[in-house]
């Protein structure tokens, strides 16, 4: 692999001319207001332009979506062929459908959203429709390969986005699969936050002569983020969460390890007078989008969400992140901290640590490579008393039902549902 690193994005203000990006994609940014490409961008634009195979190492919030789908837009928008994109989460692959849709759809691409959780019946219906643009998760993708409703001897492209939470989250062999599936003939994107051997192994065995484009070392945080940890016993997470909350009047995701936490917290956080949403696998597909677009617009000031929607929320203007449970790996610590202070802005994030975490945060600022500074603990509000009852059996009724009902359209949602094939606006 040739390699190139982020440094000289910096040094003379990159615009997006001089990329090779065609005439009409560049109106299109011009009229998305989008004046300068991030590091990722100016670097492997060019190269995919070109028709060369990428490997991009970039946290998430570097603009990496643009980064190929410029490239990837461009040559169907002449060729009028078809392009995978894989990712790892709903989230992920729904906000990749809604970006690329702002260039795909001036040029009359049509898309199609291959997700779990949703109606197989219409994805088919969007399969039929001959999409350009196919933007799955894995699992879902080879339910179809399985069941014979796609075929990807087409493929011209093949973009493996979050590449290294794939193999996290179990997807390797999968991944293999769908490769075998795609014409050896093709250009290939792999983008990931970390250089592990895995892709190391698919860079050399399934890429041919990969431009290397690392924008930031593995570990390395948002620059503008400052991070500050608490050490608080854990029956008192609650009466400091409360504080944070009141000093810091922004919107906030707050982060913990289980999914009925989760739930427990955003109650407890309504019972203290905010607006907030939970977002984790027990909520069905559309509520989740409900929860992520409310949070988007501004009718929740807090989202609790679990590490599901650590790379799975790109919302802009996010000022603080509070980590109420340290995640179980390191590495989640800088993917949560990375939802604020991104694009250029300035962002804070709150970790409570229990006394017998200490580890931990030495683990965490050996990867990121600086100390944390632990902060003094405030006064706390006085204890509130107990949620009622009857929103604890609520929760017991709601765990007991099927997240994702079998073939149930309202799953999915209306607004996947519409626009899903062709990337087009709803229907009058």
């Known amino acids: 692999m040739s390699h190139s690193t982020g440094t000289e994005a910096h040094t003379n203000a990159p615009t997006f001319q001089g990329l090779g990006i065609a005439p009409e994609i560049l109106a299109i940014i011009d009229k998305l207001r989008l004046t300068s490409p991030t590091p990722?961008?100016?670097?492997?634009?060019?190269?995919?332009?070109?028709?060369?195979?990428?490997?991009?190492?970039?946290?998430?919030?570097?603009?990496?979506?643009?980064?190929?789908?410029?490239?990837?837009?461009?040559?169907?928008?002449?060729?009028?062929?078809?392009?995978?994109?894989?990712?790892?989460?709903?989230?992920l692959a729904l906000q990749v459908y809604e970006s690329l849709g702002n260039f795909a759809r001036p040029l009359g691409l049509r898309g199609a959203v291959l997700i779990g959780g949703a109606s197989m019946n219409i994805q088919?219906?969007?399969?039929?429709?001959?999409?350009?643009?196919?933007?799955?998760t894995p699992g879902r993708l080879i339910d179809h390969l399985q069941q014979g409703t796609i075929r990807l001897d087409g493929i011209e492209v093949l973009v493996l986005d979050e590449a290294d939470r794939m193999l996290d989250m179990g997807f390797w062999p999968q991944i293999k699969q769908i490769i075998a599936a795609v014409p050896t003939e093709r250009q290939t994107f792999a983008f990931s936050a970390t250089l592990s051997r895995e892709i190391m192994d698919l860079a050399?065995?399934?890429?041919?002569?990969?431009?290397?484009?690392?924008?930031?070392?593995?570990?390395?945080?948002?620059?503008?983020?400052?991070?500050?940890?608490?050490?608080?016993?854990?029956?008192?997470?609650?009466?400091?969460?409360e504080s944070v909350l009141s000093k810091n009047v922004g919107s906030t995701i707050v982060f913990t390890r289980t999914k009925h936490g989760a739930s427990r917290i955003m109650r407890q956080i309504k019972a203290m007078g905010h607006t907030a949403a939970e977002i984790h696998s027990n909520r069905s597909l559309s509520q989740r989008r409900l929860a992520l677009e409310g949070f988007k617009k501004g009718s929740y000031r807090v989202l609790v969400?679990?590490?599901?929607?650590?790379?799975?929320?790109?919302?802009?203007?996010?000022?603080?992140v509070v980590n109420y449970d340290?995640?179980?790996?390191?590495?989640?610590?800088?993917?949560?901290?990375?939802?604020?202070?991104?694009?250029?802005?300035?962002?804070?994030?709150?970790?409570?640590?229990?006394?017998?975490?200490?580890?931990?945060?030495r683990?965490?600022?050996?990867?990121?490579?600086?100390?944390?500074?632990?902060?003094?603990?405030?006064?706390?509000?006085?204890?509130?008393?107990?949620m009622p009852i009857v929103e604890e059996g609520e929760e017991r009724r709601f765990r007991s039902r099927r997240p994702f009902p079998a073939g149930s359209r309202a799953s999915f949602g209306r607004g996947p549902r519409r626009e899903s094939r062709s990337f087009a606006r709803p229907r009058r």
Not at 305 to 320: F, N, P, Q, S, Y
Not at 374 to 382: A, E, R
């Open 40 to 91: 990722i961008q100016h670097q492997a634009i060019p190269a995919g332009v070109e028709g060369r195979d990428v490997v991009g190492i970039a946290q998430t919030g570097t603009g990496k979506t643009l980064a190929f789908g410029i490239p990837v837009v461009q040559r169907l928008a002449v060729t009028r062929g078809k392009a995978l994109i894989l990712l790892p989460t709903r989230e």
């Open 124 to 136: 088919v219906n969007d399969l039929r429709r001959s999409p350009n643009i196919i933007i799955a």
């Open 204 to 241: 050399t065995k399934h890429m041919k002569t990969p431009v290397s484009i690392e924008v930031s070392p593995p570990g390395t945080t948002a620059e503008r983020v400052s991070q500050e940890f608490f050490i608080v016993p854990k029956q008192d997470k609650v009466r400091l969460l």
């Open 305 to 320: 969400a679990t590490d599901i929607a650590a790379r799975g929320i790109d919302v802009k203007g996010i000022e603080l």
């Open 326 to 361: 340290l995640p179980s790996t390191s590495e989640d610590y800088v993917h949560r901290i990375g939802r604020t202070a991104r694009a250029g802005a300035e962002g804070h994030a709150i970790s409570f640590a229990e006394p017998s975490q200490r580890r931990e945060i």
């Open 363 to 386: 683990d965490i600022e050996r990867l990121i490579r600086m100390s944390i500074p632990l902060s003094q603990m405030p006064d706390l509000p006085p204890s509130r008393s107990p």
